[in-house]
């Protein structure tokens, strides 16, 4: 059990560019998850993976907002055209999903958008 | 909808002392509530986890409750240390659904 692992782990990038982040969650866990946490909040839910099927999507979780997990492996998440408001720490889980356990997070991605 | 409230948004005290944190949940049809800690920039560690069914959980100098009716769970902390600073994270789970989380309580504890 390595644990969640997240790249980058920060990310500087300009207004308009594309940016893609990586989750490798524990093996054996089937559910896959993406929080987004700006300062002085508390994580908010973007969207998760049982498997490779994407079951929901957040509201907060627009357009330019992709997530996939090929596999039902590791999962990526796409930000295209980034604006100044996608600033924030992104935060991958994983679960496993039979059983009533904490969900494990990784160390997260820090994206700053300049 | 369900939101998460925890109180108080900050907390400093000395070294020793014991701590209660506060969260309560508008709706109590909850599966489990968790309590995390995070250190500036960091990811986040589960503390302890309280299944619907159960009262409180204890691991070392941590004890959580939970009172589902009334909405609300406390996290004490005893004989606090320096290492503890960091902010400590409510979260609730319905059945399948994602984890809501509070905003945080930011703890200083001062040597």
């Known amino acids: 059990d390595t644990g969640v692992s997240q790249d980058p782990r920060h990310k500087i990038t300009k207004r308009g560019q594309n940016v893609t982040f990586r989750c490798d969650p524990i093996s054996e866990h089937n559910r896959l998850y993406w929080y987004r946490q700006t300062l002085g909040q508390g994580p908010e839910f973007l969207t998760y993976?049982?498997?490779?099927?994407?079951?929901?999507k957040s509201r907060l979780l627009s357009d330019r907002f992709s997530a996939e997990r090929p596999k039902g492996s590791f999962s990526t998440l796409e930000i295209q055209r980034t604006e100044q408001g996608d600033s924030a720490m992104y935060l991958c889980a994983s679960h496993r999903g039979d059983r009533p356990d904490t969900q494990y997070f990784g160390p997260g991605t820090r994206l700053t958008v300049l | 909808k369900q939101e998460v409230t925890q109180i108080p948004a900050a907390l400093s005290v000395p070294e020793g002392e014991n701590l209660v944190l506060n969260c309560s949940f508008t709706d109590s049809a909850i599966y489990n509530l968790q309590w995390f800690r995070q250190d500036p920039g960091k990811g986040l560690t589960s503390l302890l986890l309280i299944q619907s069914s159960q009262r409180e959980q204890t691991s070392g100098r941590l004890n959580a409750s939970l009172d589902k009716s009334s909405g609300r769970s406390t996290l004490y902390i005893a004989a606090s240390q320096p290492g503890d600073s960091a902010t400590y994270l409510c979260?609730?789970?319905?059945?399948?659904?994602?984890?809501?989380f509070g905003k945080g309580t930011r703890l200083s504890v001062i040597a």
């Open positions: 993976f049982q498997n490779e099927a994407q079951l929901e």
């Open positions: 979260a609730v789970k319905e059945g399948n659904t994602p984890l809501v």
